[in-house]
Nanobody, 121 residues
Framework: QVQLVESGGGLVQPGGSLRLSCAAS????????MGWYRQAPGKQRELVAI???????NYADSVKGRFTMSRGNAKNTVDLQMGSLKPEDTAVYYC???????????????WGQGTQVTVSS
């Protein structure tokens, strides 16, 4: 079994910053890539940022220059540093990891439970 746990959400004023973290644990052989997605009320879930196993990152146009995704100091963790936050960044943020499990040796996408980010004055 694999678990993804996000942390770091909350309420922040426009222009402020937040740092989200995601930790993967459990029956893991290899993590192929990890990503952050978000879903605002009444909207579809969208990709925010992704980091490959090789460390390459890609970002949604809406967050380029404001958000930075990186691997955390602990194994199997990633962070999302969010800056210059706008009200339209308000959403539930989800971590996703493409993981090959140890036993059985299969690949599957796993999702965290989500963490709320609210940008409001």
């Amino acid at each position: 079994q694999v678990q993804l746990v996000e942390s770091g959400g909350g309420l922040v004023q426009p222009g402020g910053s937040l740092r989200l973290s995601c930790a993967a644990s459990g029956n893991i052989f290899n993590i192929n890539d990890m990503g952050w997605y978000r879903q605002a009320p009444g909207k579809q879930r969208e990709l925010v940022a992704i980091i490959t196993s090789g460390g390459h990152t890609n970002y949604a146009d809406s967050v380029k220059g404001r958000f930075t995704m990186s691997r955390g100091n602990a194994k199997n963790t990633v962070d999302l540093q969010m800056g210059s936050l706008k009200p339209e960044d308000t959403a539930v943020y989800y971590c996703k990891a493409s993981i090959t499990t140890l036993q059985p040796r299969i690949w599957y996408d796993y999702w965290g439970q989500g963490t709320q980010v609210t940008v409001s004055s």
